[in-house]
């Protein structure tokens, strides 16, 4: 658990190199740096029955902020802890291989600086990965889909499959896929809930997700979900 809570040390020593001969202007944070999120709410104004039933995968977003509820929200409902030590997805044998990151963009989100943050369910935090607006690198690096450059927020389901195949072996790598799909369906509702509108996207270049996040080998990009107000 410690060395997990470490990661984003880690990430930052692993991808100092590859940052810095690349001439973008983001600055890689060296001291990590943590931010509460409000407390979640488990009331909502939308059913699930109404979420379930208008839920589309939207990708015309508003230049409008989210707020920090918002992303305390939507990253709640994707891994946050809701009992005990479990999460709001199930996952096999309660392994837990998924990890959530938000790319925020400049303005993407009132009281967030633009950059890259790493989910820490335990804790409901967020903490500073990167600093700097991504969100152009991110969208080149998922086939140019532009629509992930307009977005506040992406939020990035990341999977380290040990966790789950060391317990299961080659059938592990399936369970992850179908995890991170839970998760996924998971934020889709939620952002209904709020009024947002998000999509699914599996189109990209693993290597150039893990450049922009900076991430290990071993940490496995699965999704990226742009999130904002439908215009
Ligand atoms: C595994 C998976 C990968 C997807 N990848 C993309 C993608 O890269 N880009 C995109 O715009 N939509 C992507 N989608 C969203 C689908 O296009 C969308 O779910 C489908 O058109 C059905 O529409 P609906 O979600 O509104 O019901 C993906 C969906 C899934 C399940």
Redesign the pocket.
């Known amino acids: 658990m410690i060395i997990w809570k470490m990661l984003p040390l880690l990430i930052v020593v692993l991808s100092l190199s590859s940052c810095m001969s690349q001439s973008d202007p983001v600055t890689v944070v060296e001291e990590k740096s943590e931010i509460s999120l409000p407390a979640p709410h488990f009331k909502g104004d939308v059913s699930v029955e109404e979420a379930i039933k208008n839920r ?2 939207m ?1 015309d977003f508003r230049d409008t902020s989210l707020s920090l509820e918002h992303v305390s929200q939507l990253l709640w409902a994707g891994q946050g802890i809701t009992e005990g030590f479990k999460r709001a997805a199930p996952s096999a044998g309660a392994t837990y291989p998924l990890t959530l990151f938000v790319v925020v963009g400049g303005s993407g989100v009132e009281e967030l600086n633009a950059g890259i943050y790493q989910y820490i369910p335990e804790s409901h935090e967020l903490l500073l990965v990167r600093e700097g607006d991504y969100r152009e690198r991110l969208a080149a690096a ?1 086939l140019s ?1 532009l629509f992930i450059r307009e977005a506040p927020i992406s939020i990035v389901v990341v999977a380290l499959y040990e966790k789950t195949t060391a317990r299961y072996g080659e059938r592990g790598i399936r369970y992850v896929h179908m995890e991170a799909g839970h998760a996924g369906e998971n934020i889709y509702l939620q952002a209904e809930g709020l009024n947002l509108g998000t ?5 990209f270049v693993d290597a150039e997700v893990q450049s922009v996040l900076g991430l290990p080998e071993e940490l496995i990009p699965l999704y990226v979900m742009p999130v904002g107000f439908p215009r």
Do not use: D, E, F, L
Request: hydrophobic content about 40%; charged content about 20%.
């Open positions: 589309r995968s990708r998922c889909q999509v699914v996207v599996g189109a």
